[in-house]
C-alpha cells in the first residue's frame, strides 16, 4: 500500500512539473508541439536567404536544409517568383489594361468619353450597389443625396443627384474614384478597376431614381 501511494505521488509530481513546463505566460510560449507550423518563415518574392544551412538548428523537418532557407535555386536569382517577360502588361481578370489616363483636368476630359466595359445587367447593378454601400454611402447617403453619416463633418460632399452631376458620365465617375477629386480622395488603390465600374454602373442608376 505504501509502495503504491510512493508511485501515485512520483507520477502526479512528475506531470505536473511537465504540464507546468506547458503554461503559457509573458515571454514564454510554452511547449509547442509543432513550432515550424506557428513560426512558419515566409518567401519573399524579391529577396531571399540563399544559405540552405540557415537555421539549421531549430529545423524540426527533415528536408535537408535550414528552417530559414526560402530560395529557389532553380530560379534565375534564386528567386521565389520569376519575373514577367519583357515589355509585357499585367492585365486584369476580364483582361482589362491598367487605367493609364493622367490625373489632370486633360485627363477628365478624356475619361468623360470612356465606355464602361459592364453592360447594365442586374448582377452587375447588384455588385455595384454593395460596392457603393461599402465604399461609398458613408459620405454620398444611401441615395446618393450626399446626407450620408459622415457628410455634417465634412461641408461640401457632393450631392450625386444634385444638378451639377446628373450629367456625368461613367467615365467620369470611374476616373474620379481612381485619383480623387475636391474632398474626396484617391481610391485606386483601394479599390479594383473593375469595381471601380461597378460602382460608377450602379451610381447612374442611383441618379435615375
Avoid at 72 to 91: F, G, I, L, S
Wanted: net charge positive; proline share 4%.
Amino acid at each position: 500500500m505504501r509502495m503504491k501511494l510512493i508511485k501515485t505521488f512520483f507520477f502526479g509530481s512528475t506531470t505536473a512539473v511537465l504540464l507546468t513546463g506547458c503554461i503559457a505566460g509573458g515571454d514564454n510560449p510554452g511547449k509547442e508541439f509543432a513550432p515550424n507550423m506557428y513560426h512558419s518563415v515566409a518567401y519573399e518574392p524579391l529577396s531571399q536567404i540563399t544559405d540552405e544551412t540557415a537555421g539549421s538548428i531549430v529545423n524540426s523537418l527533415d528536408n535537408r536544409s535550414g528552417e530559414y532557407f526560402n530560395s529557389n535555386k532553380y530560379n534565375p536569382h534564386r528567386m521565389t517568383m520569376r519575373e514577367p517577360a519583357p515589355h509585357t502588361v499585367k492585365r486584369d481578370p476580364h483582361g482589362f489594361l491598367p487605367y493609364r489616363i493622367s490625373n489632370d483636368t486633360t485627363g477628365l476630359r478624356k475619361a468623360n468619353s470612356l465606355v464602361n466595359p459592364f453592360e447594365t445587367t442586374k448582377e452587375i447593378l447588384g455588385q455595384g450597389k454593395i460596392l457603393y454601400e461599402y465604399y461609398c454611402q458613408h459620405c454620398h447617403g444611401v441615395k446618393g443625396g450626399g446626407d450620408g453619416k459622415v457628410s455634417d463633418k465634412y461641408a461640401g460632399v457632393a450631392n450625386l443627384k444634385g444638378d451639377a452631376y446628373k450629367n456625368i458620365t461613367e467615365g467620369h465617375i470611374f476616373h474620379v474614384i481612381t485619383y480623387g477629386k475636391g474632398l474626396m480622395g484617391a481610391h485606386g488603390s483601394q479599390v479594383t478597376q473593375d469595381d471601380r465600374w461597378r460602382i460608377a454602373k450602379y451610381i447612374k442608376e442611383l441618379q435615375k431614381n
